[in-house]
């Protein structure tokens, strides 16, 4: 009897829950009307700006989510494509870029929508650090940071073969050490200790980063900064530097995965409040593809108090979440930004990242300076 009464409250829960599912308001913006749309679905947008846009469509079958894709291609986006069973992602003629997930146990079709970037013509940076590396042919791009610790710049009007010769002409610069290669990444030291990643972000853009090796955990403000790595079952603490990850900053191996807890940056959220976005490097070396939030449990700290995880930032601190969910084969690297809301705006904030499920209590920690 109370088997059958616990059954009842099942059915009634599922029930109500699916009747929770709103019809999808399909968004207006301008990045909203580059999407198809399916008429009467289900879904939710958690946010659309000048830059991104992320909705979810719900209660969509396998068959629905390849017609969905189909849909996409005829709304323009098939340049670039890259695509598997259950993820898609492409190009318009314009350079707006549309990201697919399909999750077959829920049904749901997660879908991103992203702005191109703002490029102009620029001077290749004239710093002793940007000799290091050989000028791409294009001048045309952004310089996202710039310091004599290292750089990032986007540069656009480079096709994928000049991609590749690019990353032969660093290689011969003298990146080769310790290096990690695929179709479209990049990533080495040279003898110094330098590092360099490159990736070919797709519509004839490249991604080119440099750090020098003192300042790999300082982010583009030069923030201080300093990290450990704690295994509570041996009571050590070291820190420990390892230069085979994307954008090293003292990567670390947790497990099957290795991760960098790399920069910060400071920003609001949407009602003004300070908040925090962390960038880590995540890199799979388990032989199953695996993803950042699924895989690894991250806590931050101001004082000894937990921040809160912010899931709705303003609109000019150009962030995503995108990457936290996505999976990556083993060998691959991808970054990965979390925002959290400060306590205040002086404190120390420590970061403490394990993995989500092990018999270790290995954590990898950081302390960033943000005053």
């Not at 032989?287 to 709705?312: H, K, M, R, T």
Request: proline content about 2%.
């Amino acid at each position: 009897m109370k088997k059958a009464f616990c059954l009842v409250l099942v059915l009634i829960s599922l029930l109500c829950f699916a009747s929770c599912v709103s019809e999808l308001e399909w968004p207006t913006g301008k990045l909203g009307r580059l999407i198809p749309q399916i008429e009467g679905a289900k879904g939710e947008v958690y946010y659309e700006n000048l830059n991104s846009l992320h909705l979810t469509i719900e209660d969509i079958n396998e068959n629905q989510y390849l017609d969905y894709i189909d849909d996409c291609k005829r709304k323009g986006f098939s340049t670039d494509i890259s695509e598997d069973n259950d993820s898609f992602s492409a190009f318009n003629s314009n350079g707006y870029k549309i990201e697919l997930s399909y999750y077959s146990s829920l049904k749901e079709i997660s879908v991103y929508v992203y702005a191109p970037k703002e490029m102009a013509n620029f001077d290749w940076p004239d710093s002793k650090i940007a000799k290091l590396l050989p000028q791409p042919e294009s001048n045309y791009g952004k310089i996202e940071w710039e310091s004599e610790s290292g750089f990032v710049i986007y540069v656009g009007k480079t096709t994928k073969a000049e991609y590749k010769n690019y990353v032969n002409d660093v290689k011969s610069a003298g990146f080769d050490i310790d290096y990690r290669k695929g179709d479209d990444y990049y990533n080495a030291d040279n003898e110094d200790g330098y590092s360099v990643s490159l990736r070919y972000e797709g519509f004839n853009t490249i991604f080119i980063r440099i750090d020098k090796p003192d300042d790999k955990d300082s982010n583009s403000n030069n923030n201080s900064s300093s990290d450990t790595t704690t295994d509570d079952n041996d009571n050590t603490n070291s820190g420990e530097t390892d230069n085979n990850s994307t954008n090293n900053s003292s990567a670390s191996t947790l497990g099957k995965y290795k991760i960098a807890i790399d920069s910060y940056r400071l920003s609001e959220d949407y009602q003004g409040e300070p908040i925090i976005i962390v960038k880590y490097i995540f890199t799979n070396n388990d032989d199953d593809p695996a993803s950042f939030l699924f895989s690894l449990e991250c806590d931050v700290f101001q004082d000894g108090i937990g921040l809160n995880e912010c899931y709705f930032v303003d609109d000019s601190a150009n962030y995503s979440s995108d990457n936290q969910t996505k999976e990556i084969k083993k060998g691959s690297s991808i970054e990965v930004e979390v925002a959290y809301v400060l306590n205040d705006e002086t404190t120390d904030v420590e970061i403490e990242v394990s993995e989500l499920i092990s018999l270790s209590d290995k954590k990898i920690s950081k302390i960033f300076s943000i005053e």
